[in-house]
């Protein structure tokens, strides 16, 4: 069992940062895959960023490649979202959620098994 809460969430100008963080709990955090997704109002949730159990492979939505960085502290047992050039239409509730299967990178909901509550983003024009 993983338990994952989120936090770092907050109200910001357009292009500025935030960094999202993800604490887990549980010994098998460090054989999980971990991602991040969000979902804006009256949207579907969608894929943000994932990174390997072992942190050496990461992969990313094409909307915020080059702009956001995952990356994780095993030690901590913590994932982080660094967030940069923040544009308004990246304004949503952000999830932080573990995959159990240590095959490839996912991407879809449906084969994340372990999510958090979320955290508000809100980016201003």
């Known amino acids: 069992q993983v338990q994952l809460v989120e936090s770092g969430g907050g109200l910001v100008q357009a292009g500025g940062s935030l960094r999202l963080s993800c604490a887990a709990s549980g010994r098998t955090f460090r054989s999980f895959h971990m991602g991040w997704f969000r979902q804006a109002p009256g949207k579907e949730r969608e894929f943000v960023a994932a990174?390997?159990?072992?942190?050496?492979?990461?992969f990313y939505a094409g909307s915020v490649k080059g702009r956001f960085t995952i990356s994780r502290d095993s030690a901590k047992n913590t994932v982080f979202l660094q967030m940069n050039s923040l544009k308004p239409e990246d304004t949503a509730v952000y999830y932080c959620a573990a995959d159990p299967d240590m095959g490839e990178l996912r991407r879809t909901v449906s084969e994340y098994e372990y999510w958090g509550q979320g955290t508000q983003v809100t980016v201003s024009s």
């Open positions: 990174i390997s159990w072992g942190g050496a492979s990461t």
